[in-house]
């Protein structure tokens, strides 16, 4: 197979051909968090005629698999760290495929719930590390690109989900679809655990884990197929050198720096859920159907939700390493404060009817999808020091997910105690607040190798340049 080189002006020789193939690969995971966000979306009316589900009920459906991503969120970074980001990933793989099978199973809530939760975990291992994962291989100029693939792989696992959803729903009739149709978009889901699993052996350990754990010469021949041998070389060295202090512990996290470092991740994090997104992703059919669109043509609409989500991120994986991280955050989420703004005053003003609280909701999820949606993701994965990556990380995607289940539990009582407009002027304003929080907090990493990001972080150097 023939490399297909580029080259920098330092003469660095990148093996592009490689790092795009190992990257798409690792991104595939974002497939198995796309198809977990949007399956449920078409299953929740089902599941609630089935188990006659109260408001809380229905919250708990869609939620409960974040109680098991919260889980594999927090132990993916000392699992990773301990034994390797490929072998847990694998792990991952197969908790998916066995959660996804047994959620088709059950006879009971209960039992729906417990498989759900056992795809959570691996959903919470794959969405922490298959970022940190890329961000490990990818050289410096092109990681924002290869990192946020990840989150091009979720949108297309949400958008083509939709497509599932829709065609299962249409394959019998509602009792059909309350008793068995909605097994099968769980069930579904094993496919492409299935291939993510396969596909993991087809790539190498990360680099960074190896000299971590004493196996430079492992690493250095896989960066040699990356930057060719004087970059490669050099690399090594670099990475030795960010990890002569002492391992990464808890204790590393609260020292000046990198606990500004764990303020800002963590910020992000949380930002990117109580913003609103998975609420709209989770429940787009049932919000649909409030502004008079039937079942039918709601899940229609929600496949065109699919696919602007889909497109603007190819928007930002093509803008995020030119124009920085920064600035698509300020951009996206300003929109999106804009536009949940004005369907809270279309729902309080009596005027949601016909399609103009779609075009909001379209042009919200576009905005979304240039920024928090990749942004979040890439900065977690490269603001965090080599010997704390995986703790670090692990630690603010527990926060991100906690913050998704608040949303995600929350959101039907919600909407049925303070109305429509209340709860779109919520995430509003939580919106103007995370606008505010990257004006003043969020630095701009664009362009930085892994082993700067410390010296960013010491040298007080938090705010943008």
Request: some cysteine.
């Given at each position: 197979m023939a490399s297909i080189t580029a080259k920098s002006r330092s003469g660095e020789q990148l093996n592009m051909k490689y790092v795009l193939l190992i990257s798409i690969i690792g991104a595939v995971g974002g497939l198995l968090f796309g198809f977990d966000t949007a399956v449920v979306s078409g299953a929740v009316g089902f599941l609630d005629e089935r188990f006659n589900l109260s408001e809380f009920g229905e919250g708990w459906a869609v939620s409960s698999l974040i109680i098991g991503a919260v889980v594999g969120a927090i132990s993916s970074g000392w699992l990773s760290d301990?034994?390797?980001?490929?072998?847990?990933?694998?792990?991952?793989?197969?908790?998916?495929?066995i959660g996804s099978v047994a959620t088709a199973l059950p006879s009971t809530f209960s039992g729906y719930i417990i498989a759900r939760m056992v795809s959570g975990i691996g959903i919470g291992i794959t969405s922490t590390l298959c970022p940190i994962y890329n961000a490990e291989i990818a050289p410096a100029r092109y990681r924002g690109r290869l990192v946020a693939l990840n989150q091009f792989a979720i949108v297309t696992g949400i958008f083509f989900t939709y497509?599932?959803?829709?065609?299962?729903?249409?394959?019998?009739?509602?009792?059909?679809?309350?008793?068995?149709?909605?097994?099968?978009?769980?069930?579904v889901g094993a496919v492409p655990g299935i291939i993510f699993m396969a596909l993991?052996?087809?790539?190498?350990?990360?680099?960074?884990?190896?000299i971590k754990n004493g196996k430079p010469e492992k690493a250095l021949s896989i960066l040699l197929r990356i930057h060719g041998e004087e970059a490669a070389k050099q690399e090594v060295l670099d990475i030795k050198a960010s990890f002569r202090e002492e391992r990464g512990s808890i204790r590393d996290l609260f020292k000046p720096g990198l606990r500004f470092a764990m303020?800002?991740?963590?910020?992000?994090?949380?930002?990117?859920q109580v913003t609103g997104i998975n609420a709209i992703l989770y429940y787009a059919p049932e919000i649909l159907k409030q502004t008079g669109a039937g079942t039918n043509a709601a899940l229609i609409q929600t496949i065109l939700v699919g696919a602007v989500n889909m497109v603007f991120t190819v928007v930002s994986i093509w803008l995020i390493d030119k124009v920085g991280r920064k600035a698509l955050l300020l951009t996206g989420v300003s929109i999106m404060?804009?536009?949940?703004?004005?369907?809270?005053?279309?729902?309080?003003?009596?005027?949601?009817?016909?399609?103009?609280?779609?075009?909001?909701?379209?042009?919200y999820t576009a905005a979304f999808a240039i920024s928090l949606g990749p942004v979040v993701w890439v900065m977690l994965s490269e603001i965090f020091p080599n010997r704390v990556r995986?703790?670090?990380?692990?630690?603010?995607?527990?926060?991100?997910?906690?913050?998704?289940?608040?949303?995600?539990?929350?959101?039907?009582?919600?909407?049925?105690w303070a109305g429509p407009a209340a709860t779109y002027w919520t995430f509003g304003i939580l919106s103007v607040i995370a606008v505010l929080f990257t004006v003043f907090f969020v630095p701009e990493t664009k362009g930085r190798s892994l082993e700067q990001m410390e010296s960013l972080w010491n040298q007080g150097k938090a705010q943008s340049r």
């Amino acid at each position: 197979m023939a490399s297909i080189t580029a080259k920098s002006r330092s003469g660095e020789q990148l093996n592009m051909k490689y790092v795009l193939l190992i990257s798409i690969i690792g991104a595939v995971g974002g497939l198995l968090f796309g198809f977990d966000t949007a399956v449920v979306s078409g299953a929740v009316g089902f599941l609630d005629e089935r188990f006659n589900l109260s408001e809380f009920g229905e919250g708990w459906a869609v939620s409960s698999l974040i109680i098991g991503a919260v889980v594999g969120a927090i132990s993916s970074g000392w699992l990773s760290d301990g034994l390797g980001r490929k072998k847990v990933l694998i792990s991952a793989a197969v908790l998916f495929i066995i959660g996804s099978v047994a959620t088709a199973l059950p006879s009971t809530f209960s039992g729906y719930i417990i498989a759900r939760m056992v795809s959570g975990i691996g959903i919470g291992i794959t969405s922490t590390l298959c970022p940190i994962y890329n961000a490990e291989i990818a050289p410096a100029r092109y990681r924002g690109r290869l990192v946020a693939l990840n989150q091009f792989a979720i949108v297309t696992g949400i958008f083509f989900t939709y497509f599932v959803n829709s065609g299962i729903a249409g394959a019998g009739s509602d009792a059909w679809d309350i008793s068995t149709g909605w097994r099968w978009m769980f069930g579904v889901g094993a496919v492409p655990g299935i291939i993510f699993m396969a596909l993991l052996f087809l790539v190498p350990e990360s680099p960074r884990w190896l000299i971590k754990n004493g196996k430079p010469e492992k690493a250095l021949s896989i960066l040699l197929r990356i930057h060719g041998e004087e970059a490669a070389k050099q690399e090594v060295l670099d990475i030795k050198a960010s990890f002569r202090e002492e391992r990464g512990s808890i204790r590393d996290l609260f020292k000046p720096g990198l606990r500004f470092a764990m303020f800002v991740g963590i910020g992000l994090a949380i930002f990117q859920q109580v913003t609103g997104i998975n609420a709209i992703l989770y429940y787009a059919p049932e919000i649909l159907k409030q502004t008079g669109a039937g079942t039918n043509a709601a899940l229609i609409q929600t496949i065109l939700v699919g696919a602007v989500n889909m497109v603007f991120t190819v928007v930002s994986i093509w803008l995020i390493d030119k124009v920085g991280r920064k600035a698509l955050l300020l951009t996206g989420v300003s929109i999106m404060a804009v536009c949940l703004g004005v369907i809270g005053l279309l729902f309080n003003t009596g005027h949601s009817s016909g399609y103009t609280v779609l075009v909001l909701i379209l042009i919200y999820t576009a905005a979304f999808a240039i920024s928090l949606g990749p942004v979040v993701w890439v900065m977690l994965s490269e603001i965090f020091p080599n010997r704390v990556r995986g703790l670090a990380t692990s630690i603010a995607s527990m926060f991100l997910w906690a913050a998704d289940y608040a949303v995600s539990q929350s959101f039907p009582p919600l909407l049925d105690w303070a109305g429509p407009a209340a709860t779109y002027w919520t995430f509003g304003i939580l919106s103007v607040i995370a606008v505010l929080f990257t004006v003043f907090f969020v630095p701009e990493t664009k362009g930085r190798s892994l082993e700067q990001m410390e010296s960013l972080w010491n040298q007080g150097k938090a705010q943008s340049r």
